[in-house]
Each structure stands twice: as structure tokens, then as C-alpha cells.
């Protein structure tokens, strides 16, 4: 029976759909009880079209703040008050926090889960070069966050599917907002020539497209050739824990090989300060409820 729960309790929240599968509930709350925060945190199924009315009962509640997953996460950028820089170049938001005078802030923290957990792995990327695979939500997080943090060159690799359009007017948004920075581009992943010729001038190769998750563990998102001993090679796939990616980057003896898990693990962490103003205990977060 939980005791920690009394009338000054503040509440936090997940929206989207479907939500049975996540940890967010799990760390947030072993987090507030750890740093002994009145606060509690609970998942709410909720489909796209009631997303405005989601968002509006958070409103009149006055939660503290809440998480967007797929597929709230556009038309909650479209219901706050402001952006923050990440989350209106993205065009999405996954974190809100709700101010003290009751309106709402937008963050997105995807990118800099992304970037933190590199971080953590001894990789920075402030001034380097990097390849970045895809251009869905993942990919556009993190070529957003690596214009932000001062990354000198991107290069986005998509198929010509559907996402393709949406690379475009990233590379567009990042010229606009961040004018200072050297070559941003996007070519199709089809190009082997264009993508050996980047990936073997770069320091960071990012997997961002959904290549080697389950069920399609046995794509390669590159040909393993074109991997070399000075490349870090991130994944944001994180299921399975080691990509076939990862695995032939351990072979070819990349710099670094690391997985998607770390970065959902200090999207949350980045959440959690913004609505807490605290750091999470993310090593134990880790051992707890990822490994
Ligand atoms: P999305 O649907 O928005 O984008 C999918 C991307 O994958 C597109 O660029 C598409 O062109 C590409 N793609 C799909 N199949 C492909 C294939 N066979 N070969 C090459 N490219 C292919 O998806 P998303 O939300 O960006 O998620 C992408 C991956 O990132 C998923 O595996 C997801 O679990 C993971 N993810 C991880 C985190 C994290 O915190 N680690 C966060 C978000 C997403």
C-alpha cells in the first residue's frame, strides 16, 4: 500500500498510445521517493484525438508536468504556451512542464538524452562531424540537438520513403536557426558513394532509423566496410540492448559502440530536473529497472 500519497501530493504524468509498456511510471516514482519528493507519477492511455483534452485537464488540475510518447507528441507542441529552442525546431515535444503561474513550457529532451549519454561513454560533439541515419522523430531530435550544441558538420542519410520530406525541412529549420554552422545536408541513403564519402570524414555515425530493432534485427543500416577504428558509432535502438550494428562496430574496433538504452534513460533524467529542479539517481535508475 502506498503511504507517500497525502493532499499536497503533485502529480506527473505520461500521455500516449500505447503506454502499458513503459518505465517512465516505474523511474519517476522510485526517483521521488528516493529524493523524498512529494510527487507521483502515473501513465495515461490516451489516443491522438483526445490529446487537446488530455492536455486541457492538466490544465484545470494544475499537474506539475508531464511526458508525451508517440502519438502525442506533435500535437502537444501545438497546446503549450511556449517552446523551448529544441522543441520548436523539432516540431514536437515529449517533456511539459506546467510554471507557476499555470501556463506550459514544451522541452524536448530526446536529443539531449542523446547527447548526454554519449557523454557518458567519453564522446563529444560539440565541433566534430557527424552522420546521422534517418529522419523520423529519433533522428530529427538528435541532428536538432547536435545544431544546438554546436556540432560543426551534419549529414542526414534517409530512404526515399516517407520520411524523406520531413529530412528536408529539417536541414531548412537548422539553416535558419543555427546560421553559424558549417555544411548540413541530407542525401539518400541509397547513395553509397555520398554515404561512404561522409561517414569516412566524420567522427560520430548515429543510427537513428529503425534498422536493427526487432523485428528487423538483421538490417545493417551501412555497409560494415565503411566502419573504422576512429568512428563512434551510436544506436538508438535499444531493442535488442546490442545491434547488429553495435556488434560489427565492437568488431571493427570503432572508438565507441553504444546502444540506444542510455539515451532513454537521460531523456527521463532531463525531464526529471526540468520538472524538479533535481538530478535523478539515474546510475541506480539504470540498474534498476534498464539492465
Ligand atoms: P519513426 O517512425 O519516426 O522513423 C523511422 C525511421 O526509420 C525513418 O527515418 C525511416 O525511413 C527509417 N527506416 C525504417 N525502416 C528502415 C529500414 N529497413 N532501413 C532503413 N531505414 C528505415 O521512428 P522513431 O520514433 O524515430 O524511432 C526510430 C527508432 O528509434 C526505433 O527503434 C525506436 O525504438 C528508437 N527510439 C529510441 C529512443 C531512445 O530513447 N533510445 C527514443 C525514440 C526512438
Keep these: 500500500m502506498e503511504t507517500r500519497i497525502d493532499g499536497r501530493t503533485r502529480l506527473y504524468a505520461l500521455i500516449g498510445s500505447p503506454i502499458g509498456h513503459s518505465g517512465s511510471p516505474a523511474m519517476y516514482n522510485y526517483s521521488f521517493r528516493?529524493?523524498?519528493?512529494n510527487s507521483a507519477y502515473l501513465a495515461f492511455d490516451t489516443p491522438l484525438e483526445k490529446t487537446e483534452a488530455a492536455i486541457e485537464a492538466f490544465r484545470t488540475l494544475n499537474v506539475g508536468g508531464f511526458n508525451a510518447t508517440m502519438p502525442c507528441k506533435a500535437i502537444t507542441a501545438q497546446c503549450v504556451d511556449r517552446l523551448s529552442p529544441a522543441a520548436e525546431l523539432v516540431g514536437a515535444s515529449?517533456?511539459?512542464?506546467?510554471?507557476?503561474?499555470?501556463s506550459m513550457t514544451g522541452?524536448?529532451?530526446?536529443?539531449?538524452?542523446f547527447f548526454r549519454n554519449l557523454k557518458e561513454h567519453g564522446v563529444e560533439a560539440a565541433g566534430k562531424k557527424i552522420v546521422i541515419l534517418g529522419t523520423g522523430g529519433a533522428a530529427t531530435a538528435i541532428a536538432v540537438q547536435a545544431a544546438l550544441d554546436g556540432v560543426e558538420q551534419i549529414a542526414l542519410f534517409n530512404r526515399k520513403d516517407e520520411f524523406f520530406a520531413n529530412g528536408e525541412k529539417t536541414v531548412d529549420k537548422i539553416k535558419k536557426a543555427v546560421p553559424g554552422i558549417g555544411k548540413v545536408l541530407i542525401e539518400d541513403l541509397d547513395n553509397t558513394e555520398a554515404l561512404q564519402?561522409?561517414?569516412?570524414?566524420?567522427?560520430i555515425l548515429v543510427n537513428g532509423t529503425r534498422a536493427g530493432m526487432s523485428p528487423l534485427e538483421d538490417i545493417m543500416p551501412v555497409p560494415e566496410e565503411f566502419l573504422r577504428p576512429e568512428l563512434a558509432v551510436a544506436d538508438v535502438v535499444y531493442n535488442p540492448r546490442e545491434t547488429l550494428l553495435l556488434k560489427k562496430a565492437k568488431e571493427a574496433?570503432?572508438?565507441?559502440?553504444?546502444?540506444g538504452i542510455g539515451m532513454l534513460l537521460w531523456q527521463g533524467a532531463a525531464?526529471?530536473?526540468l520538472f524538479t529542479g533535481q538530478e535523478m539517481p539515474a546510475q541506480e535508475v539504470m540498474d534498476k529497472f534498464f539492465s
Design 253 to 259: 574496433g570503432c572508438r565507441a559502440a553504444v546502444g
Design 34 to 37: 528516493k529524493l523524498g519528493i
Design 197 to 203: 564519402g561522409f561517414i569516412s570524414e566524420s567522427d
Design 94 to 102: 515529449n517533456t511539459v512542464v506546467v510554471e507557476e503561474d499555470g
Design 271 to 273: 525531464a526529471f530536473e
Design 107 to 113: 522541452h524536448m529532451t530526446d536529443g539531449a538524452g
